[in-house]
């Protein structure tokens, strides 16, 4: 029988109690997959071909996104597991808070509203993590980290962070919030800047690493929505706090005395220390969760999708994603290089490797808006470059929401013929933590996130 990959990870037990910041109450039980009933017609799946070799090689990541339209039954759950099985994947990665709610039991979040008409006990994330288990998968959970709402009206549950702190959203320079999509902004996104939000968003995130069976956390979003943001009179005031043991006193006195006419002046003053300012209180978000994550389960991955343009991301979005990697804050990253262009995508490829201080490296494929030859292509590219293997954005977009294979068939006919476990991803900090330089070139033409 196949050893189940989460066992590589999660040998040693998880401690009763966290001391990692989230709140101490006693964890209720997840139900049992076993439990939910079917509430959708079964979609049938044809046999998988017989494997070429009686036991699996560890090889390289094989993974999907799985967007949470394929999270709202448990049937459509079982569809993505039995093709990602079918044809050799070997890695989930379920969508299971899209805009500051919850596709599982969450204790700091509302139930989805796309998840209105469903049995109460249905558990996406616990569904998907026993089906992904039993087929031999890893399956990690995927969390949109700062965009928290994007629609033209309000959240319907006054639970909602939207509803509960509009104070802790993002402004811009009018000190006006978003709630829907835009040109430089995606939706509603919370302010890193503010320690209510980063807390929030830790306990969010250890809320299903310490009471789910997941085999890693996935952050997604996890940056400012563009340089435009956030610019509210608690964030002016934190960058002040922030700078002011790196100037003078000369220099303090002349930015308060000018901002006494506009309260910009510190960041008109200071404007390269203000992008590094933005860089630091997202990383602290990342680096507060993932060192809590590892405390409580020691083997669990902590990845994160971003931009694939280093300087786009760390300059625009506050996103310092080669820091993290070479801090090893987190134990892998996803570029998404959604682009046409196998040349520009090979380009940012070759690039992130580079960096990465020789942490895993998954070449993000922008699968939904090209041919099956394209990602093909791609991927061959990404395992010669060295790249620690490829995740397809989106299960969702190649098979049509389960309604057909014939993608992935291409894709495991070409790419994989044959089963492969994925690599141990989790390495120990051996690299300085010191951030790098700011950022504040651009190298490369920026690419859609298709986040």
Known sequence: MPIHPAARWLAAP????????????????????????????????????????????RGEVRAMWVVRDSMTSPQKIRNAVAL???????????????RGDAFYH?????????????????????????????????????????????????????????????????????????????????????DPALPGVREHTKNVFLDVATR???????????????????????????????LIPQVSQNEIEYADAKSRGNRMAWYHLYQNRWKEWRQSVVTQTVREIAEAAHLAKPRLIVSAAVFPNHSVASRDKGQLWHHWLQAGIIDAACPMTYNRSTGLVGKQIRAAVAASGGRPIIGGVGAWQMSAGSAIAKGQLYRALGAGGVNFFS????????????????????????????PNWRRPATLSAAAPAIVTGETESPVSSGE
């Open 212 to 242: 789910y069976d997941v085999d890693g956390i996935h952050f997604d979003y996890v940056r400012f929505p563009s340089d435009a943001y956030s610019f509210s009179r608690a964030d002016l005031l934190a960058f002040r706090s922030w």
């Open 84 to 98: 990602a099985k079918k044809h050799h994947f070997n890695t989930l990665f379920v969508q299971v808070r899209g």
């Open 395 to 422: 299960y969702d977009g190649m098979t049509r929401y389960g309604r057909t294979e014939a993608y992935l068939a291409k894709i495991s006919g070409s790419l994989f013929p044959s089963p492969a476990l994925p």
């Open 106 to 190: 969450s204790r700091f979040e509302p139930r989805s509203e796309e998840l209105t008409g469903t049995p109460r006990e249905f558990d996406p994330l616990a569904v998907a993590v026993s089906e992904g288990h039993k087929a031999g998968l890893e399956v990690h959970a995927w969390k949109n980290t700062f965009l928290v709402w994007h629609k033209g009206r309000r959240p319907y549950s006054q639970q909602h962070v939207v509803n509960r702190h509009s104070e802790w959203l993002v402004q811009d320079r009018n000190e006006h919030i978003t709630l829907t999509e835009k040109k430089d902004c995606e939706g509603a996104f919370l």
């Open 14 to 57: 998880v401690g009763a109690a966290l001391t990692c910041g989230v709140a101490a109450a006693t964890f209720a039980p997840v139900p049992s997959a076993a439990k939910f009933q079917e509430f959708s017609a079964p979609v049938p799946i044809a046999p998988p071909v017989p494997l070429a070799v009686p036991a699996m090689k």
